[in-house]
Each structure stands twice: as C-alpha cells, then as structure tokens.
C-alpha cells in the first residue's frame, strides 16, 4: 500500500480544527515547527511514522483515524466514515458502539442475512 499524503494532511488539518488546535500549538506539542505542520496539511514535506503518532497522541485520536483515506488500496470505502463517526466519541461511547455493532452482526449470523449482505 501506497500512503496519500495529500488526505492524510487534509486529515491533520480536519483533526486539528476538530480539536480547537493551531497549527502553532500541535507544533510545540509534537516536538515541530508550525512551518512543518503547514507543510504536512498541505502535502509540501511527507511526515515521519514517529511524527504521525506524535500528532494523533496530541489531537487525542488513533493513527488509524488519521490514515483511514491515505492508504491507497484499503478494503473498504466506509472505513474513512466509520473512523470519522468514532472520532468524536468517549471511549465508553465506542465500547457502546462496539458492542452494538457486534450484537447486531451476530443477528445478522444466526438468521443467514450475513451471507445476503457480503454479495451486495
């Protein structure tokens, strides 16, 4: 898989304004310049592994929520929308989630609609 830095720093710059962050603040919080971080929302320099965790450590948010639309060949379109939804809840509000989600599968299992839904 190839990574889009063009949607991973319109991710940044999405989490960032979500989070009521400047690009100065999230510099100093990820060890950077603010030059940098405007670089990266704007795809202009490509960000490091280590800076990518620093930056969803300091937004309080998953990397996996920051690369859900920058991995070229991911196997789902709906996964960037399912990170997004997530993206504003507690930890208690994803477990919520979580759980009904598996509830509502383990239904779909039992009464044979699960094999209905993979063909669509």
């Known amino acids: 898989m190839k990574l889009n830095y063009k949607h991973l720093g319109r991710r940044i ?3 960032r304004i979500r989070a009521g ?5 999230l510099a100093e ?7 940098y971080i405007s670089h990266i929302e704007n795809a202009r320099k490509k960000a490091s592994l280590g800076l990518i965790v620093r930056i969803a450590n300091a937004l309080e948010i998953s990397v996996d929520q920051l690369l859900s639309e920058s991995l070229t060949g991911s ?8 990170s997004r939804l997530l993206s504003g809840c507690s930890n208690y509000e994803r477990r919520v989630i979580l759980d009904s989600a598996k509830a509502l599968r383990s239904i779909l299992e039992e ?3 699960m094999v209905l839904a993979d063909k669509e």
């Open 21 to 25: 962050v400047s690009q100065a603040r």
């Open 111 to 113: 009464n044979g609609w």
């Open 13 to 15: 710059r999405e989490e």
């Open 29 to 35: 919080m990820t060890d950077s310049s603010p030059q």
């Open 75 to 82: 196997s789902y379109p709906g996964d960037a929308e399912l």
